[in-house]
């Protein structure tokens, strides 16, 4: 059984840092791209960034570029997500999520992910 578990979420005044963790179990993540993705009340999921099987290939959503960072760490079976210079815009439930596509690169809808964590809540207060 494959579970994903974020943490690292939580309130963070605007102009601050969080750094989302996303531990896998029940698969090795190594070969597969992660994704993570974020969700406001009231709004759709939506895109917030995606690295490649290998992460030497990444890609952001438009607005999160040059604040966000996405990695991962294969022998860990984690990937991580880097926020800096935080905005109320920012405020949302953080999934991460395991693409459906061996070694595969950038992956930016979330049709293209087969297992998702549970969210986690990140709060930026203006």
């Known amino acids: 059984q494959v579970q994903l578990v974020e943490s690292g979420g939580g309130l963070v005044q605007a102009g601050g840092s969080l750094r989302l963790s996303c531990l896998v179990s029940?698969?090795?993540?190594?070969?597969?791209?992660m994704g993570w993705f974020r969700q406001a009340p009231g709004k759709e999921r939506e895109f917030v960034a995606t690295?490649?099987?290998?992460?030497?290939?990444?890609d952001y959503k438009d607005s999160v570029k040059g604040r966000f960072t996405i990695s991962r760490d294969n022998a860990k079976n984690t990937a991580y997500l880097q926020m800096n210079s935080l905005k109320a815009e920012d405020t949302a439930v953080y999934y991460c999520?395991?693409?459906?596509?061996?070694?595969?690169?950038?992956?930016?809808?979330?049709?293209?992910?087969?297992?998702w964590g549970q969210g986690t809540q990140v709060t930026v207060s203006s």
């Open positions: 029940g698969r090795t993540l190594r070969n597969y791209p």
């Open positions: 690295i490649n099987w290998n992460g030497d290939s990444t």
């Open positions: 999520a395991v693409s459906k596509f061996y070694s595969g690169g950038n992956f930016y809808t979330p049709d293209d992910y087969l297992y």
